[in-house]
């Protein structure tokens, strides 16, 4: 059974703190995300990883940071928490498709964690 | 540019109606993938549906059945009978294989089935 776990169901930080939230994977899968989910505004991406030590910047990546040292694991970071990070962030992770001239080309699910719902005051 | 729309921002029906949840996408590309999820109250989103842009066949699974047209880029999810347990935010997203692994959501549909 596919499991995407993360840190922490809630967390309530003060600004200005460091905060660190964890999402692990144990399917083996090459790509991890992370996005933030805001009523009225759907899902947005914030960083994802194809790849051990690899990030790229999804929508919204200013005022977060990631870390992915290993496959499985992929961190997010906020260096200094302002109380408009005050959401609900889900991490989740997919196989990474086929691309380039190889065809069929193909497009993975993602499975999601339950989230953290992370309130700064 | 790709974009999803869910025109339906929230739905209420009485337990057993029928109910359709409306997802149109766009994109020039002519190899994409469409999904659906599901978010029940507890939060983590639940993939229900993956169907590529070559296959247009309609989908069945239990009460659920999903309706692909390319001619109005149309994905819509129809659940049949609908429970209170059916309850639930549910996503069309969209995603382009060529060039990522990320998947474009819509904004999402609240569903409300009413005992």
């Known amino acids: 059974d596919v499991k995407v776990t993360q840190s922490s169901r809630y967390l309530v930080k003060r600004t200005g703190e460091k905060v660190f939230l964890e999402c692990v994977q144990d399917?083996?899968?090459?790509?991890m995300f992370w996005y933030r989910q805001d009523p009225g505004l759907g899902l947005r991406l914030i960083y994802f990883?194809?790849?051990?030590?690899?990030?790229e910047k999804g929508d919204i990546p200013e005022g977060y940071s990631v870390s992915r040292e290993k496959k499985e694991r992929f961190s997010l970071i906020l260096e200094s928490a302002s109380t408009n990070q005050t959401s609900m962030y889900l991490c989740?992770?997919?196989?990474?498709?086929?691309?380039?001239?190889?065809?069929?080309?193909?497009?993975?699910?993602?499975?999601f964690g339950p989230g953290t719902r992370l309130t700064v005051t | 540019a790709q974009k999803v729309t869910q025109a339906q921002t929230e739905i209420s029906v009485v337990e057993k109606e029928d109910v359709t949840l409306d997802c149109v996408y766009e994109?020039?590309?002519?190899?994409?993938?469409l999904f659906w999820y599901k978010q029940p109250p507890s939060g983590e989103l639940v993939f229900l549906i993956r169907r590529n842009s070559f296959d247009e066949q309609n989908e069945i699974s239990g009460r659920y059945s999903w309706n692909f047209q390319k001619s109005t880029s149309s994905f819509n999810f129809t659940i049949t009978a609908s429970q209170v347990v059916d309850s639930a935010v549910y996503f069309c997203a969209l995603s382009l294989p060529h060039r990522d692994d990320k998947i474009i959501f819509g904004k999402g549909t609240r569903l409300h089935i009413l005992p």
């Open positions: 399917m083996d899968h090459e790509n």
């Open positions: 990883s194809y790849d051990v030590k690899m990030k």
């Open positions: 994109t020039r590309d002519t190899t994409y993938y």
């Open positions: 989740a992770s997919s196989s990474q498709g086929l691309r380039g001239g190889g065809f069929p080309q193909i497009s993975y699910e993602q499975y």
